[in-house]
């Protein structure tokens, strides 16, 4: 199958933009010349448009190979909404439906397949697929081939065989989180000939990030959720138990909430993502078992009320949010528990000595970054090797810059308070001595017989938590997990304890209230920025339930209808005519075709109301 027409012309016509953005057309023009290529996009830059274009522009059926079952349903969904032939395959489907796929497939009728890589391995799959003519083959989270990334799946080193079964058929492995190494693996494991690089910014400047020592975890939860009432939100937590406790909590105090995780049976997290991608205000709780390919482009906060396990991890969890451009907003809450935890992990994992090594660095940059004191958002795109010249002003420490202290004389009675205790004890232990508490373990041990005890009444037991955690993270102490979490002393804390060096250290504060981005009615996408009034209220919520009417209809969720970001521009421009439709950014022809009519009748209703007498 072929398409006379040009990327261009196909990017206006079915997907309804005027122009690409980016490195989108350079990376479609390796791909019509027939090149490999290696696609580093942080989510929401459009990536999918990419492998898709040269898909529909090449001769032949363009191969998709995604990792995620949702990931295929919702592109699929989207692509037939706009009016292209798409199918997937994988184990949710019936024998029955699966030959009606293939035969589509041989008769030419399929212009793009989605396939999970343990079907594309099949040898009848790979057999099947060498009798058809293939115009491109994208790897889409490319990652996964990766060892040394966050997210490795063993079905991914298989790939390699595309080499020898597809020969002379352009292949383009696409990531949105990849260091310098990860991409060499992505290169090598692939065996990607000679790829054109292409490696865009990691910023998205629609996501404030924030980060705050965590406190009181469920009070400054809802704090944040003040501020974007009815919006779409992810909550990820490190425990099962924790997920479905806090999503109970969420439910109880009137929120939509639902958990997600491994342990739920396959249909119920089936329809709690269901229910997610469908509704408009869900909150899913989740453990990092939700969320890789979720393509949904209104989620307005990601919050992790634990410590992910690294920088990498982060960044794509954190990018979930405000996929459409508008303006969208993380917190992470991160304490002492989850810096002894998170490294007892690794040191209690059954990798090999460099594997732990490397988790080990990746776990410290990330500790690191949270305890930083300079713009967040400078020093998250410094980590993936971008050098902003300039301050954000859209991060936590942009807008609310931390209150420092000299903390070395803390430091020291600290240091002094665990190598006097034989370095022996866990963190409640040795601020307890610190503070002079009476507790019977402290008598157990005569520790009230110790030059360190009582010595630290000048902060209260959050107070040196905060100096403990920011000790251990600058690498003044180790948490020994082979002594249950027992503090040690590191060769960096004599130097500190001599006298030879002054240590500042940020003060730990409740967060500052968080902007209320929902109430304040600004949007913000790319091109579209828009103050919805209280006067244009009624008409918003017009478009939005025409939307979600459409939705049901089709069985699709709404935004496969059209985003935010299209139903702002209909608000802003109040198209009159299929011809003005048209114009709006997202409104393609296929689509103006479907829907076009029934959002100009809302908007049409919303003038005759505002003529009226």
Not at 260 to 279: C, K, N
Not at 286 to 296: L, P, Q, R, S, V
Not at 436 to 463: C, M, P, V, Y
Request: glycine letters at 8%; proline letters at 5%; hydrophobic letters at 40%.
């Amino acid at each position: 199958m072929t398409s006379a027409q040009t990327p261009l012309a196909i990017l206006q016509d079915t997907y309804g933009f005027d122009a690409f953005r980016g490195e989108q057309a350079a990376v479609i023009d390796a791909a019509m010349a027939g090149r490999d290529a290696l696609v580093l996009m942080p989510t929401g830059a459009g990536k999918s448009v990419c492998y898709q274009i040269p898909m529909l522009a090449r001769t032949g059926v363009g191969i998709v190979i995604s990792p995620l079952i949702a990931l295929m349903q919702d592109q699929v969904h989207a692509l037939r909404e706009q009016g292209v032939a798409a199918d997937f395959l994988n184990s949710s489907l019936p024998a029955e439906e699966q030959r009606a796929v293939v035969d589509r497939l041989r008769s030419g009728r399929t212009q793009l397949l989605y396939i999970a890589p343990e079907r594309l391995l099949q040898p009848r799959t790979l057999d099947e697929l060498a009798t058809l003519t293939i115009a491109l083959i994208a790897i889409d989270e490319a990652h996964c081939v990766s060892q040394w990334g966050h997210d490795f799946r063993q079905d991914y080193l298989g790939l390699h065989v595309l080499t020898e079964h597809f020969p002379g058929v352009p292949r383009m492995a696409l990531t949105a989180t990849a260091d310098a190494r990860t991409r060499e693996e992505i290169v090598t494991r692939l065996e990607l000939n000679d790829p054109a690089r292409f490696v865009a910014s990691f910023d998205r400047p629609n996501i404030r990030y924030r980060v705050s020592p965590k406190l009181d975890p469920k009070r400054q939860l809802e704090h944040f959720l003040k501020g974007h009432e009815q919006e779409a939100g992810i909550v990820y937590c490190m425990s099962r138990k924790k997920v479905e406790d806090t999503a109970r909590w969420l439910s109880e105090s009137g929120h939509v909430a639902l958990p997600y995780h491994a342990g739920l049976p396959a249909d119920v997290r089936s329809e709690h993502q269901q229910r997610f991608l469908r509704e408009d205000a869900v909150i899913m709780v989740a453990t990092i078992a939700f969320g890789m390919g979720i393509d949904k482009p209104d989620v307005r906060f990601v919050v992790h009320l634990d410590l992910p396990k690294s920088m990498e991890a982060y960044y794509q969890e954190t990018g979930r949010a405000g996929r459409d451009g508008m303006a969208a907003e993380t917190l992470l809450l991160f304490g002492l528990q989850d810096v002894v935890r998170l490294r007892q992990m690794v040191d209690e994992s059954e990798s090999g000595e460099e594997r732990k090594r490397e988790e080990r660095r990746k776990l410290d940059a990330l500790l690191g970054w949270c305890e930083i004191t300079t713009c967040r958002r400078r020093a998250l795109l410094a980590y993936f090797g971008e050098q902003p010249q300039a301050d954000c002003g859209n991060c936590d420490i942009c807008l609310h810059p931390p209150e420092t202290f000299d903390a070395t004389v803390a430091a020291q009675k600290l240091l002094s308070c665990v190598f006097r205790t034989g370095q022996r004890f866990g963190a409640a232990h040795v601020i307890d001595v610190l503070r002079g508490s009476a507790t019977d373990k402290i008598r157990q041990h005569h520790h009230e017989e110790l030059s360190t005890f009582g010595i630290g009444d000048e902060l209260d037991a959050k107070g040196w938590r905060s100096v403990l955690r920011q000790l251990l993270v600058q690498g003044y102490l180790e948490a020994d997990a082979s002594r249950f979490g027992a503090l040690v002393l590191t060769p960096r804390a004599k130097p500190l304890l001599r006298g030879d060096e002054q240590l500042v250290l940020r003060r730990d504060a409740v967060a500052p209230k968080s902007a209320k981005a929902s109430s304040s009615g600004k949007r913000s996408a790319g091109s579209v920025e828009h103050t919805i009034s209280a006067a244009e209220q009624p008409l918003w919520e017009a478009l939005r339930n025409c939307r979600r009417e459409l939705a049901d209809e089709a069985g699709v969720p709404p935004y496969v209808i059209f985003h935010d970001s299209t139903l702002l521009e209909m608000l802003q421009h109040r198209p009159e005519s299929q011809a003005e439709m048209l114009a709006l950014n997202g409104v393609g022809q296929t689509k103006l075709e479907r829907f076009g009519d029934a959002f100009l009748e809302v908007l049409k209703g919303a003038q005759h109301e505002g003529a009226a007498p």
